[in-house]
């Protein structure tokens, strides 16, 4: 569901032979609205996404669908919470954004990503965003940090329309390699694209 469109802003995912979608009962995080599973084999990597129903004239259903496809994309490439979500996110506003705009969806009221550029330049030396998963995903500001990073990324697009699909690129072929892809490299991998990239504050120097 709008694989293509993801497929021409994102790139080609790593190593993936296939993804299907279930539909199950719960989540092994509560707080989530999707997941994946990750299995490998010599063909490539396999990803399930879970999700509990889907409604095609539902913004969040739709979003849920794209994020999970984005976080399916890097596989066993995929980065810190901190930066494959703050990806993830940005990368489904696009996608949902260019949908609309081709009539492959319904024109909703709004997207996801819901911080202004002056609450989202507020938040960078006062928000404190984990690196660990863990410390991620279970924190009371979850939601919080969701809309930080995706704006933080989103912003990096709108710098560079094929950023994500550059920055993708690198990362993969730094992969093969066996290059680290820490929050050092994230940050040289940005900086090659756009040199004049800010990456200051919570989005990018998590803690």
């Known amino acids: 569901y709008g694989y293509d469109v993801l497929e021409s802003v994102y790139g080609k995912p790593y190593l993936l032979q296939s993804v299907t979608i ?3 009962d719960k ?3 509560e707080n989530a609205s999707g997941e994946i599973l990750i299995t490998n ?20 259903d739709i979003n849920t669908i794209l994020h999970e496809m984005a976080h399916a994309y890097h596989g066993i490439a995929s ?3 901190v930066f494959e979500e703050g990806m993830a996110v940005a990368v489904t506003d696009v996608v949902m954004a260019k949908m609309i705009a081709s009539n492959k969806l319904a024109s909703f009221s ?6 202004s550029d002056e609450q989202y330049n507020a938040e960078k030396e006062t928000l404190q965003i984990p690196l660990d998963s863990d410390r991620f995903y279970n924190s009371d500001s979850v939601i919080d940090f969701y809309q930080h990073v995706g704006k933080a ?6 710098a ?10 690198k990362l993969y072929e730094r992969k093969n390699n066996g290059f680290d892809t820490g929050p050092t490299e994230v940050k040289n991998i940005i900086k090659e694209i756009i040199p004049s990239a800010d990456l200051t504050g919570a989005a990018f120097e998590p803690i």
Do not use: C, M, R, T
């Open 22 to 24: 279930s539909f199950v």
């Open 79 to 81: 980065l810190p919470p």
């Open 153 to 158: 990324w989103y912003k990096l697009y709108q």
């Open 160 to 169: 560079d329309s094929n950023f994500f699909l550059k920055f993708n690129e």
């Open 41 to 60: 084999n010599s063909k490539g990597l396999s990803i399930d996404i879970h999700i509990k129903d889907f409604d095609a004239n539902k913004q969040s």
């Open 110 to 115: 709004s997207l996801y990503i819901q911080l």
């Open 27 to 29: 989540f092994s995080n």
